[in-house]
């Protein structure tokens, strides 16, 4: 009694260490990680399963039901040893793997005379490949489960049931059989009369003949079909050669108009930058002589707090008007050719605190400086806008600011940006059509080039440089299954999305290197005469490298200009620093000013 007693106190605490969720109940994986802990590897969770239908009411086991599913847990962990035992001895081949005959074989050696014929049936016609090799673990719970005894009365009633039910079925067969040979009959009698009608009509025409003519007319439509298509691919290839020539023609006319606009531009650039020194050193003049402006005012007002008369009171207050006079004339003189200056310059940094001091000044647009200080503000931004386009490299920012230049009226001023920016545009549409041409690429058009079992060369080394370009290795896709693999694969891993979203900043330009040697092996016309798919993934791969090199060779030759970015600018010439005025000067020029 004393060791019932220790031993219900020892399997309670077991039970209250593994109810975590203090529910009364453990569940088949708690049950799984008790028994793993008392014997090394424990069951699979199919086995606890079973363990619990044999000896719990429910499907999860109580504190007084704990120790015979242990029990029963543990016959079938001892149960097992020698049952793998059995099992590896069957696979002679070492593939984890039997057939069903064997299977069949070990089951009923274990079962003996309680094996069950029909229940070994449901389970072969259950799998989910019927005849495949079965593993250890699809019948280690049937071997380790005890028969039942009634299981084969049980089986042989049934077959009895079934033999009655196919006796029946035979019988209404045979009914069934008997009047469709009736219903045939009728019909041969009324076939045979009604041939024996269309006989006489076609008395005049023998089968040959028929044969013939119908061979030959099929001979004639498909000789038809691939003269129409011969001259249809015959003409899509001349008009994509013009196409191709014409495009090339009228990019170097536009790169020698480029040329020739940018040297205007450079020629005119330096002559107003020759203008603009001009106008600082008579800004820096202005500034100057605003400073001796500011230092006369100074002395006529020291002058007019010294005078102890009338007279000289008059004569310092009139000194003081004048030298105030010439003060505010030289200030509006520099800011006025500081401004001019900025224009000549076309100096953002320049323009935009002359612009606001204009502004403050209140000054008279005489010349007009303030509007084109303005306009050209609105130049360099367009300018700005299209160069940060341009190295984005994407298709809808560079139409949005090249058409922001077009109705800004800048076209002239930025000839040189906006031929280069029309260059890179046709690029980028010419990307987005080959991605498009992929889009609309026919599903069994991909199927026919995963369809080779040994594909012509052209067709494998395009599609090693589609996937090279993809991050596979050549090893890799130099083995023709691993590319049928590869293209058929579909959803985010598809070839068609990979590459409608494949981006040429990502490219290892080492494997882009190898995949254009492959390429450079045949001309459009070679793979398109073998593959019309294959020489769609042409198209996308070799632009693709072009478009991967032009990305390459700009940041090489933008990458030092940006580190140097700061040095560029240059600071323009200061103007001398005029000494800021005394607290009592403030003041009374302010009451002079009233």
């Known amino acids: 009694m004393g060791e019932l007693d220790d031993r219900r106190k020892v399997l309670d605490e077991a039970f209250k260490i ?18 793993e ?26 504190p007084s039901e704990l120790y015979d599913t242990l029990q029963e847990m543990d ?12 099992f590896s001895m069957l696979d002679r081949h070492q593939t984890d793997t039997i057939s069903e005959e064997k299977a069949r074989w070990l089951v009923q050696a274990v079962h003996g005379k309680h094996f069950n014929r029909k229940k070994w049936d449901n389970f072969t016609r259950s799998r989910p490949v019927p005849g495949s090799g079965v593993s250890f673990a699809e019948i280690e719970v049937e071997l380790c489960n005890i028969p039942d005894k009634l299981d084969p009365a049980l089986e042989k009633q049934k077959e009895e049931q079934e033999l009655q039910a196919l006796a029946q079925r035979k019988k209404e067969i045979d009914k069934a059989a008997e009047e469709e040979r009736e219903r045939l009959r009728r019909k041969r009698d009324e076939d045979r009369l009604r041939k024996e009608q269309e006989e006489e009509k076609r008395k005049n025409q023998t089968e040959a003949d028929k044969v013939k003519k119908a061979k030959d007319a099929e001979e004639e439509k498909r000789r038809k079909i691939a003269q129409e298509e011969e001259r249809h691919n015959k003409e899509e290839r001349e008009r994509r050669r013009l196409e191709e020539e014409e495009e090339r023609r009228r990019i170097q006319l536009e790169q020698e108009e480029a040329a020739r606009k940018a040297q205007e531009v450079e020629e005119r650039r330096r002559h107003e930058a020759e203008e603009a020194k001009d106008a600082e050193k008579t800004a820096e003049d202005a500034a100057r002589l605003e400073q001796e402006a500011e230092e006369e005012l100074k002395r006529a007002r020291e002058k007019l707090q010294r005078a102890d008369d009338d007279k000289a009171r008059k004569e310092a207050e009139e000194l003081e008007r004048q030298a105030k006079a010439r003060q505010l004339e030289q200030r509006h003189k520099k800011i006025r050719f500081t401004l001019k200056a900025a224009i000549k310059s076309q100096d953002r940094g320049k323009l935009e605190p002359a612009v606001k001091d204009f502004e403050d000044a209140k000054l008279s647009d005489d010349d007009n400086d303030l509007e084109k200080a303005r306009q050209l503000l609105k130049q360099l931004s367009a300018r700005d806008g299209l160069t940060n386009a341009m190295s984005k490299r994407q298709l809808a920012e560079l139409e949005k600011a090249m058409t922001f230049v077009k109705k800004s009226g800048f076209e002239v001023e930025l000839a040189p940006e906006m031929a280069e920016a029309s260059k890179l545009l046709l690029q980028l549409r010419r990307l987005e059509r080959i991605r498009a041409e992929i889009l609309e690429l026919k599903q069994s058009t991909v199927a026919e080039i995963r369809s080779y079992q040994n594909p012509p060369a052209p067709v ?74 294959a020489a769609t993934f042409y198209v996308w791969a070799t632009s693709m490298i072009e478009e991967g090199e032009q990305r390459a060779e700009a940041k090489q030759h933008n990458g030092p200009e940006q580190k140097k970015a700061p040095e560029l600018p240059k600071q323009p010439p200061k103007s001398p620093k005029v000494p800021p005025k005394s607290p009592g000067g403030k003041a009374r020029s302010a009451k002079g000013g009233k």
């Open 18 to 35: 593994y109810d975590t969720d203090m529910n009364g109940e453990l569940s088949p994986i708690q049950l799984q990680t008790m028994h």
């Open 37 to 62: 802990e008392m014997r090394i590897g424990g069951i699979s969770l199919p086995q606890v399963h079973a363990s619990i239908r044999y000896t719990c009411a429910t499907d999860m086991c109580e």
């Open 75 to 86: 016959r079938r962990y001892f149960l097992l040893q020698n049952l793998r035992w059995e």
């Open 460 to 533: 494998h080394h395009v599609m090693m440089g589609t996937f090279l370009l993809h991050g596979h290795s050549e090893k890799e896709t130099k083995v023709w299954k691993t590319v049928q693999a590869l293209v058929g694969k579909t959803g985010k891993e598809g070839l068609k999305r990979r590459c409608i979203e494949y981006n040429p900043d990502n490219m290892v330009m080492a494997d882009a290197t190898r995949a254009k040697q492959l390429l450079l092996q045949y001309d459009l016309d070679d793979v398109r005469d073998v593959s019309a798919g």
